[in-house]
């Protein structure tokens, strides 16, 4: 049985993910750095086409290359892309105590 729209919220309000959520990879360079002009496109791609979240750090495991600056500019490109759309934040890092580090840090957004 598929769950409804209705069946995707916990029982303390928190909405639980639902339907398709858009993983965009992240840009890089020839060089290697990180293309945060290319980013939007890589983001509104999945928008666009109607999904129902995004999810950024999550694919071919960045987050393992990424400076912590990086990362945070990554994730703040992608909340201001996303739109209304929930955005979930990729935390996983090379150790328990960086991923608790990025696990607390809060952007600002609209989505926060």
């Known amino acids: 049985m598929t769950p409804s729209i209705e069946d995707t919220e916990t029982e303390t309000g928190i909405k639980k993910p639902w339907g398709v959520i ?4 992240t840009p890089m360079t020839d060089d290697g750095e ?25 694919t071919t495991a960045e ?7 990086e990362w945070q500019e990554v ?3 992608t909340i201001e892309e996303s739109g209304d759309l929930p ?7 090379e150790s328990l105590k960086k991923t608790k580090d990025r696990k607390s840090t809060r952007l600002n957004s609209s989505h926060s």
């Open 34 to 58: 990180i293309a945060y002009d290319r980013l939007p496109e890589f983001v509104s791609f999945g928008v666009d086409a109607g999904v129902d979240g995004v999810m950024s750090c999550a």
């Open 75 to 77: 994730t703040r490109i």
């Open 87 to 93: 955005v979930f934040c990729n935390v996983t890092a």
């Open 63 to 69: 987050f393992a290359s990424m400076t912590y600056q």
């Open 22 to 25: 858009h993983c965009p990879v």
